[in-house]
């Protein structure tokens, strides 16, 4: 009871706490007037009688001081006092506070940034009821890499049982052709198993989710149904309350809606925003004229999960999976030579933590952003060495004022914490500005990183999980900002201290191990992150520099979908060439021709193709329209181009490139002779050779590539993106290509324009973020460690005026002078670089993976960093320096 | 600096100033501190100063109350009370330090 009141009090006490100090102050005037009084009346005079009445008083300020303590909440408010004090003390120097605020946050708010990339892309689990019990699978045949990608066989097999799962299922990312009032629109969906819905848990919005009933041939019994989000009944219905029942024309075939999904849902996949819903097996339908369900196990197509049956452990899963696999490969129908292959490699199947579901884009991203992170890593470490030495400078000319209040009686640790409650205020204001900034930053970052890769979102919003870090960092570089410079400024001889004030003798002092090994480290932290910033742009610029066989400027891909028109073979080759002639007859287009893969897109088509020596080669694919070659400006060496009279009856040809003929032909002429496909026994007449390109990535290098006539194409109702030069203006040939469509093909969606420049730029997104982020980190980190540099000497060449004063007095020259103070920060930058460098040669091989034809020890680049090292080290040299030059020598005397 | 006086004791300062208002009614502070050094007889050494925190304690654990008056010189000073609480307590505080009293001096007591 007692200790509540008291302690209800004491907080009371922290609000009054100003009334309360006049009011003390009022008390014990009172009390001396008083004694004075008395005193008087025995007769002693006014002087004596107050000193009097003071010496029975006691220690009035230490009463006020014990009054006090007594009163409040003695920690709390002693840290309000210290914090005033720090900010005090910050504002008394604004450019150190700004410099240290700017630092921090550019730290904090560069690791918050990759975090909460890191986080969206790795840490979130899934924003479903119960997402510890989902768990992905994956095919293990022995390779160096896990399969992620089922075939139907083998996920209707799994869907079948539940020893283990209460339900498996499988979904795949796909594009649904959905008509509207004007014309058609492709629309970002999923088609989703049977035990999807309900292994995910979420109630619909309205209406019910899909269930097993609907994922089968024609749908339920009551017809093919869709689920919908709720951000597509906003667009899509205008929020309809009516919505549940209505038609949708996916792929000219009507779907009902059977419920809508709330906005928080989804899906397994986190890096997708699937607006539709539609089930598996209606893939012959949405995906027409493809048929995965028919490919069987050539068409490895979904992603699968399962979710566990309740107190069903991992382990146990994978248990069961083994025992598993072996039959559900046998009831797959492959041949037999495919089982015995799979055999061979152990094949099975297993199951890993699911709780974060799975996407594809994790292999793909998660080396960049790790590489990103330690970077990030860096520069903070490299901010909080920074300001470490730079108050550690400042500690040693405070050190008169900490050492006297150390005398009069304050307590070390007491001390010690009010200069960390300054480091922490530094940290806590840095954080918040640094916080303040990363949403927007992280966004503009996701949406760089994922360029290349269109339809993919990543989830940056702030979470718990990240605030936890950024309160995390900024406590860590709180203590690591604080600590060292508190515990120096407060160790060492007391009455040294006091007595030095500013004395000659101090030039021992600078030479202490400690800030110097800060500022060195804080060097290599720059060199490091320099040649991380070299490696990568001068790898960028190779890349670039390399070319990629083509001409890549004033060239525009316009991409058709025809796949769900009517037309096929010679009609649609009808319909292209039109539309070829409609583009190539805008102002500005030099010529106009059409492929089937565009090049650096990462998609790709081979096949193993055969000379009648024998030699069967891999090589990749394309089919391409007429005039292709001299459009992409792809030398022609020999032979012609392909012409719109290579239909199917005029004989099958082929274009090869250098690298391929050469493969198939190494000591001869390629042109006219025959390329064979074994196992379709076709045979090919080459009838041109021409340059190399690349073909999949920029990175790796051209490959042995055939191109078909596209009026030979195959597959029914190919997809062909035209691709246009032009040196005209390029955004009009959107609006053009749409109304062409819309005169011709009016059931097609709206053709969609990209420049090859963009097609480049997205194709090396990641390697371009990582080398801009690097550039970025490198500039900050050379200017963060100038200022170092320089807080640091100017501090120790002020303390050392008098010293100076008394060298030059005795003769030292100007000359000698800036050399002495040179010297110090020229051990410090040679010590630093050579350990930087060091570092980064061992650290570098981590980067080789990302590097193109550029070694990692590149030594240009190596001297190029510790170049710019040196070269901010003496400008962070030259003012203290020339300050130090012009010391008057009777002036600097005069100060002791 | 003089002889060395015994400092007062933690805990029998609060006492004191307990007994001091039960007897003389409210007072301020000065008053209690002369009263102590009054009825002490110079035996203890007492820091006037020292009261105060005592007298805050006793005010936050409700035993006494504090009201703005005028000194007998005529002078605003702040004047203490015991309250209800304050005066059960010294009963209990008396029993506490008689038998703390008690103890101690059966172990000064010359053994036998």
Redesign the interface.
């Known amino acids: 009871m007692?200790r509540i009141?008291?302690l209800l009090?004491?907080c009371a006490a922290l609000f009054t706490a100003r009334r309360e100090n006049a009011?003390?102050d009022?008390?014990?005037q009172?009390?001396i007037?008083?004694?004075i009084?008395?005193h008087r009346r025995q007769g002693l005079l006014e002087p004596e009688a107050r000193t009097a009445a003071l010496r029975?008083?006691?220690?009035?300020t230490?009463?006020k001081e014990?009054?006090r303590?007594?009163?409040g909440v003695p920690l709390v408010e002693q840290f309000a006092r210290d914090l005033r004090f720090a900010l005090r003390q910050l504002l008394n120097s604004p450019a150190f506070t700004l410099v240290a605020l700017l630092t921090l946050a550019l730290g904090v708010g560069a690791n918050t940034v990759v975090f909460s990339l890191i986080n969206g892309l790795l840490l979130r689990p899934l924003s479903v009821p119960d997402a510890g019990r989902l768990a992905v699978l994956r095919i293990e045949e022995g390779g160096p890499t896990p399969n992620y990608a089922f075939c139907t066989p083998f996920f209707r097999s799994l869907e079948k049982r539940h020893d283990v799962f209460a339900n498996v299922f499988a979904f795949e990312r796909d594009l649904l052709q959905v008509r509207g009032h004007s014309g058609s629109e492709n629309i970002p969906g999923q088609l989703v198993s049977g035990q999807f819905f309900q292994a995910l848990e979420t109630p619909p919005l309205l209406g019910r989710y899909l269930t097993p009933q609907d994922d089968q041939h024609g749908g339920s019994p009551a017809g093919l149904a869709v689920v919908i989000s709720e951000a597509f009944w906003n667009s899509w219905f205008n929020r309809a309350p009516d919505v549940v029942g209505r038609k949708l024309v996916i792929a000219n075939t009507p779907f009902t809606v059977v419920g809508v999904m709330p906005r928080r849902f989804i899906g397994a996949d986190p890096m997708q925003r699937p607006e539709i819903f539609a089930p598996l097996s209606a893939d012959p339908i949405i995906d027409a004229p493809r048929n995965h369900i028919d490919d069987g196990i050539h068409a490895w197509w979904i992603n699968v999960m399962g979710q566990l049956k309740p107190g069903v452990s991992l382990d146990q899963a994978n248990a069961e999976l083994r025992t598993i696999s072996d039959p559900i490969l046998h009831e797959a129908g492959a041949d037999a030579r495919y089982v015995a292959d799979e055999e061979k490699s152990h094949f099975h199947f297993a199951a890993e933590p699911g709780s974060r579901g799975y996407t594809f884009a994790r292999t793909l991203f998660r080396k960049p952003l790790v590489a990103m992170f330690a970077m990030c890593g860096g520069i903070l470490l490299l901010a909080c060495l920074n300001l470490a030495s730079l108050l550690m400078a400042r500690g040693a000319a405070r050190k008169r004022e900490l050492a006297t209040r150390l005398a009069l009686g304050a307590a070390r640790g007491r001390l010690i914490r009010q200069l960390l409650t300054e480091s922490l205020l530094l940290a806590v204001l840095g954080t918040a500005a640094g916080l303040a900034v990363a949403p927007v930053v992280s966004h503009s970052l996701a949406a760089m990183l994922l360029n290349g890769s269109d339809g993919l979102q990543l989830d940056t919003s702030i979470d718990l999980r990240i605030f936890g870090f950024a309160a995390l960092i900024a406590v860590v570089s709180a203590v690591l900002i604080g600590l060292i410079p508190a515990l120096q400024a407060t160790a060492g001889n007391l009455s040294d201290h006091i007595k030095e004030g500013q004395h000659a003798r101090q030039g021992q002092e600078r030479r202490r191990i400690l800030p110097q090994v800060l500022l060195a480290s804080e060097v290599a932290i720059a060199v490091m992150l320099l040649v991380c910033a070299g490696l990568l742009t001068t790898s960028l610029t190779r890349l670039f520099k390399s070319g990629v066989g083509f001409d890549p400027q004033g060239l525009v891909n316009i991409a058709f979908s025809m796949d769900k028109q009517q037309l096929d073979g010679d009609a649609l080759m009808q319909l292209y060439r039109q539309l070829g002639e409609g583009l190539s007859r805008q102002p500005g287009v030099k010529s106009v021709s059409f492929q089937f893969i565009v090049p650096l897109s990462h998609v790709g088509w081979n096949g193993s193709y055969a000379t009648p020596e024998g030699g069967t080669h891999l090589i990749f694919l394309n089919s391409v329209g007429p005039d292709y070659f001299r459009t992409m400006r792809i030398p022609v060496f020999t032979g012609r181009e392909f012409s719109w009279n290579d239909t199917r009856a005029s004989g099958l040809k082929m274009i090869l490139n250098q690298a391929a003929a050469k493969q198939f032909f190494p000591n001869g002429n390629a042109l006219g002779q025959q390329v064979l496909n074994p196992r379709e026994k076709t045979a090919y007449e080459v009838v041109a050779v021409v340059g190399n390109s690349k073909y999949r990535d920029m990175s790796a290098p051209a490959p042995p590539i055939g191109y078909v006539p596209m009026m030979q194409d195959e597959q029914p109702k190919p997809s062909l993106t035209a691709v246009v030069r032009t040196d005209g203006p390029q955004a009009p040939l959107a609006a053009a290509a749409r109304l062409l469509a819309a005169k011709l093909v009016p059931s097609i969606p709206a053709p969609l324009m990209t420049t090859m420049d963009d097609v480049l730029n997205e194709s090396v997104s990641a390697e371009r973020m990582m080398a801009l982020l690097a550039v970025f980190f490198a500039g900050c980190a050379l200017l963060v460690t100038g200022i170092g540099l320089y807080g640091t000497l100017s501090y120790a060449t002020a303390r050392r005026t008098s010293e100076i004063g008394i060298r030059m007095a005795l003769g030292a020259r100007r000359a000698g002078v800036v050399a002495m103070v040179f010297k110090e920060n020229a051990a410090v930058a040679a010590a630093g670089s050579g350990a930087g460098l060091i570092a980064s040669v061992l650290l570098s091989r981590a980067l080789a993976s990302f590097l193109y034809e550029t070694s990692p020890r590149d030594p240009w680049v190596l001297g190029e960093a510790v170049a710019a090292l040196t070269g901010i080290a003496c400008a962070a040299s030259l003012v203290p320096a020339l300050r130090a030059a012009w010391i008057e020598p009777m002036q600097a005397l005069r100060m002791e | 600096m003089g002889e060395k006086k015994p400092d007062v004791l933690q805990g029998t300062l609060d006492l004191m100033v307990l007994k001091t208002l039960e007897a003389m009614g409210p007072l301020?502070?000065?008053?209690i501190?002369?009263r102590i050094e009054q009825v002490s007889g110079d035996t203890v050494s007492l820091?006037?100063?020292?009261i105060?925190?005592a007298l805050?304690?006793l005010?936050?654990?409700?035993w006494i109350k504090a009201s703005w008056g005028i000194?007998e010189?005529n002078?605003?000073?702040?004047f203490y009370a015991l309250t209800r609480t304050g005066q059960k307590q010294i009963e209990k505080e008396t029993e506490n330090w008689a038998r703390i009293a008690a103890t101690m001096a059966r172990f000064l007591a010359p053994t036998t």
């Open positions: 007692d009141r008291i009090s004491r009011e003390l009022e008390e014990l009172a009390h007037d008083l004694a009084e008395e029975a008083f006691g220690g009035v230490q009463t014990r009054y303590e007594q009163r | 301020h502070g000065y008053g501190a002369r820091n006037q100063g020292t105060y925190p805050l304690r005010k936050q654990r409700g000194s010189s002078r605003r000073a702040k």
